[in-house]
């Protein structure tokens, strides 16, 4: 013990152990996130099974053995990445859901927080989809099935609100959320070989602006679903 001043004592065997033990949970976090970044990319190019656990590892700069110590093996991680991103969407369409903003604006919004986790925040993450969905759907667990279906329920009461408020001809939910979502999976998925596609041309063409797709989308979509004035009129 160091005296620090009469009658005062300070102990100075305490701060290394707290140091070293917040050094290995910053470890331990940059290691967890490494794999995911990592899982997320190469499952994103050749699809869950076509990524041994060694290539993964070797990506993320870690040993191996790190995959089962943080996620308990492939599999796992596989689904913390789908679950994560799909937990992520739906805590944000299912809160636009809940707005009483005109139906037409709230489904912007919806479209622009799609397009918003696919551009910047899990840009592999529709890839991902694309191969899953592909395959049926074989490496999702049934909660994790339940998170789009919150995804299409989220669309259907904003559409049903539209509908009712005479803001939206009457149209199927259902066709309306596929073809929100399949339209924008699709166009993301699918950058790298638009890309190669359209510089084929000649003149060569510049690939479409993520930002520019989800407008027309949004246009699209709102647009197109728009009761038309005499209906409206009838409505109100």
């Known amino acids: 013990m160091t005296a620090t001043a009469p009658g005062r004592t300070r102990s100075t065997t ?8 917040r050094a290995r949970r910053r470890d331990a976090a940059a290691t967890r996130d490494a794999l995911l970044a990592a899982g997320a990319e190469l499952f994103a190019e050749r699809g869950y099974d076509g990524v041994p656990v060694t290539a993964i590892a070797q990506k993320a700069g870690v040993n191996k053995a790190m995959i089962n110590y943080h996620f308990g093996g492939k599999r796992k ?3 913390a990445i789908v679950s994560a991103t799909f937990t992520e969407i739906v805590a ?12 037409p604006e709230v489904l912007r919004e919806l479209i622009a927080v799609v397009g918003e986790t696919a551009t910047r925040r899990h840009p592999h993450f529709c890839s991902m989809m694309l191969r899953e ?17 919150r995804i299409l329920g989220a669309v259907q009461r904003i559409v049903a609100r539209g509908v009712g408020d005479g803001d939206f001809r009457p149209v199927d939910p259902l066709l309306t959320h596929l073809s929100l979502v399949g339209s924008l999976v699709f166009f993301f998925a699918t950058a790298r070989f638009r890309e190669r596609v359209l510089a084929m041309r000649r003149p060569a063409i510049k690939p479409p602006d993520a930002a520019a797709y989800v407008k027309h989308i949004q246009d699209l979509l709102t647009y197109g679903l728009a009761a038309d004035s005499t209906h409206a009129r009838r409505r109100r």
Do not use: F, Q
């Open 92 to 103: 944000g369409v299912e809160k636009l859901a809940e707005s009483r903003r005109p139906a």
């Open 14 to 21: 305490s701060a290394a152990p707290v140091t070293t033990a």
């Open 77 to 79: 991680l596989y689904l």
């Open 133 to 149: 969905v592909v395959a049926g759907g074989t490496h999702l667990d049934p909660e994790l099935i339940d998170k789009p279906a």
